[in-house]
Each structure stands twice: as structure tokens, then as C-alpha cells.
T-cell receptor, first 112, second 109 residues
């Protein structure tokens, strides 16, 4: 049982490049989330999907787009990367919207 | 939005010592979780505890929802307990889990 799987684990981009972070969960959870963690800080919510077919903005959505591809998969896209988006990105899922969150291992992104 | 404050911000322990970490929050919550972020950056679920008391081995947690705080107890600490401990909460009107600033724990052998 893999839980929440994110790819890639590491990525280096140049300013202006685009990329997509992939996330898949095998726990049959309804809700999925994308967070970012900057050095020495807690996590901040970028976007979430309370259920399949819905997505909503979180605390820091600017510069990102998301797609809830199906119940298992939730992707995060950076259309034109900026150095301010250098961070560690975590995907998470929960059975219900108010339920316990389970996190993936994180994806470390550096934008030069 | 809901405010979450953790204390202490930093803690250094000798192996075998006990400790208590505190999380204060500013509103009623329907979700409270404690996480351990290990030195490799992984976020490990410790407790899902919007109210009441739970224990798991050397760790236990208590949330007093009416007084808006939660405590994480670590007994007989080990070097593998080192890392950052986060409390995260969601209030009834919220759409996100809001994280506290964390407590950075170092356990020395």
C-alpha cells in the first residue's frame, strides 16, 4: 500500500519554464490537496479538491493551476515558473473533507 | 482565519528525558492533527485528535477543545524523535488545515 505518491521528487527549472507535479493516492480518498513548504515554515495550502470533479483555491494559489484527473490523481501545474516558487511541494489526501490528512513524501522544486 | 501557535519553538533534550509540546488555537476546530517532520523532510502522522486523549507507544496527545489547546507528550525521548513537530487545525468554517510554526526538537545521545 503506497499511500500518496508524488513525482518527480526533485526538479530544477529555469525562470519561465513550465512543469507539472503529479500526485496519486491508492486509499480511495475523496479529497486531495497541494501544499507548499518554504524553509523553516509550516505548510500553506495552494489548491484543494474536496471531491472528484471539484477544485478550489487555497491560501496561496497565484501562479498555479490544478487538475483532478480522476478520484486517484491530482496534478499541480506551474505555467511560468518564478524563483519565488522555489519550495517543497506536498500532496495530501483524506477520506472526507474534514478528515485526517495523509501526506506524500514531497517534491523539491528549485527555480533558477 | 484561525491562528495556531506552538510552543516552545525550539527544544533540546537529553536522550531519555520527557517533554510536552503545546498547541494553542483561536477558534473551535473539527480537525486537529500532530505531525512529525523527520530530518529527511517526511511528514509522519502522529495523531488525529480534534478532542480527547490518545496514546501510541511513547507518545500521547490530549486536546481540550473547549479551552482551545492541545498537548503532545513525548516520554523517554530517543534520538530518532528529533525533527520538527507540527500541529495543524481546521475550524468549522475553514477550507484548509492551518499549520502552526512548529517545535524543533533535538534529542542528544
Amino acid at each position: 500500500n503506497a499511500g500518496v505518491t508524488q513525482t518527480p521528487k526533485f526538479q530544477v527549472l529555469k525562470t519561465g519554464q513550465s512543469m507539472t507535479l503529479q500526485c496519486a493516492q491508492d486509499m480511495n480518498h475523496n479529497s486531495m490537496y497541494w501544499y507548499r513548504q518554504d524553509p523553516g515554515m509550516g505548510l500553506r495550502l495552494i489548491y484543494y479538491s474536496a471531491s472528484e470533479g471539484t477544485t478550489d483555491k487555497g491560501e496561496v494559489p497565484n501562479g498555479y493551476n490544478v487538475s483532478r484527473l480522476n478520484k486517484r490523481e491530482f496534478s499541480l501545474r506551474l505555467e511560468s515558473a518564478a524563483p519565488s516558487q522555489t519550495s517543497v511541494y506536498f500532496c495530501a489526501s483524506s477520506q472526507r473533507f474534514t478528515g485526517e490528512l495523509f501526506f506524500g513524501e514531497g517534491s523539491r522544486l528549485t527555480v533558477l | 482565519g484561525i491562528q495556531v501557535e506552538q510552543s516552545p519553538p525550539d527544544l533540546i533534550l537529553q536522550e531519555g528525558a520527557n517533554s510536552t509540546l503545546r498547541c494553542n488555537f483561536s477558534d473551535s476546530v473539527n480537525n486537529l492533527q500532530w505531525f512529525h517532520q523527520n530530518p529527511w523532510g517526511q511528514l509522519i502522522n502522529l495523531f488525529y485528535i480534534p478532542s480527547g486523549t490518545k496514546q501510541n507507544g511513547r507518545l500521547s496527545a490530549t486536546t481540550v477543545a473547549t479551552e482551545r489547546y492541545s498537548l503532545l507528550y513525548i516520554s523517554s525521548s530517543q534520538t530518532t524523535d528529533s525533527g520538527v513537530y507540527f500541529c495543524a487545525v481546521r475550524n468549522n468554517a475553514g477550507n484548509m488545515l492551518t499549520f502552526g510554526g512548529g517545535t524543533r526538537l533535538m534529542v542528544k545521545p
